[in-house]
T-cell receptor
Framework: QQKVQQSPESLSVPEGGMASLNCTSSDRNFQYFWWYRQHSGEGPKALMSIFSDGDKKEGRFTAHLNKASLHVSLHIRDSQPSDSALYFC??????????FGQGTKLSIKP | EAGVTQSPRYAVLQEGQAVSFWCDPISGHDTLYWYQQPRDQGPQLLVY????????NSQLPSDRFSAVRPKGTNSTLKIQSAKQGDTATYLC????????????FGEGSRLIVV
């Protein structure tokens, strides 16, 4: 069973719009959740982590965690063409092990 | 500061051939990870080390895959007798230990097995 499930598989948002990505975990042993972004031909790069209930904002990016339901979301406001990429949600165990979801492909249309 | 360096960037093999991938992590990072990423899928953890010790290799296909990090710095991932199903990008990442610490990824080694 996939421990980190992401939705939707793909998403198209107009430039300047809001993109919302979702993630659900089946494992309560994760200590942290992460969002990583991967542009074509590159390795994934960390966007932000979250471990407390509620919202965490970094610039145009806001992550939300609901520990009771193990639901994590990422919202990108004022989306830019450079935000077009694969976005991964990942769960982090205490020993450092990081498990990724299958990803959401985000396309920002000018 | 130099990032994570991987080589080779690309490899094309016939089935049954062997290949080795090399990774140089960020200086000072004690934890090193190898992930396999099939095209348009999420990275799947193969193995990770803290210093020279293997912490978890439960997802490493042990009959054909092996990984070492003998001095706790650079690492090599070897695939023997490659199969078409091994076609993927092999990503190396490093971090300084701790659940909340960022993983820094290299650009990956793209393997095609024909």
């Amino acid at each position: 069973q996939q421990k980190v499930q992401q939705s939707p598989e793909s998403l198209s948002v107009p430039e300047g719009g809001m993109a919302s990505l979702n993630c659900t975990s089946s494992d309560r042993n994760f200590q942290y959740f992460w969002w990583y972004r991967q542009h074509s031909g590159e390795g994934p790069k960390a966007l932000m982590s979250i471990f407390s209930d509620g919202d965490k904002k970094e610039g145009r990016f806001t992550a939300h965690l609901n520990k009771a339901s193990l639901h994590v979301s990422l919202h990108i406001r004022d989306s830019q063409p450079s935000d077009s990429a694969l976005y991964f949600c990942a769960g982090n165990y205490n020993q450092g092990k990081l498990i990724f979801g299958q990803g959401t492909k985000l396309s920002i249309k000018p | 500061e130099a990032g994570v360096t991987q080589s080779p960037r690309y490899a094309v093999l016939q089935e049954g051939q062997a290949v080795s991938f090399w990774c140089d992590p960020i200086s000072g990072h004690d934890t090193l990870y190898w992930y396999q990423q099939p095209r348009d899928q999420g990275p799947q953890l193969l193995v990770y080390f803290r210093d020279e010790a293997v912490i978890d290799n439960s997802q490493l296909p042990s009959d054909r895959f092996s990984a070492v990090r003998p001095k706790g710095t650079n690492s090599t991932l070897k695939i023997q007798s490659a199969k078409q199903g091994d076609t993927a990008t092999y990503l190396c990442a490093s971090s300084f230990q701790g659940a909340g610490n960022t993983l820094y990824f290299g650009e990956g080694s793209r393997l095609i097995v024909v």
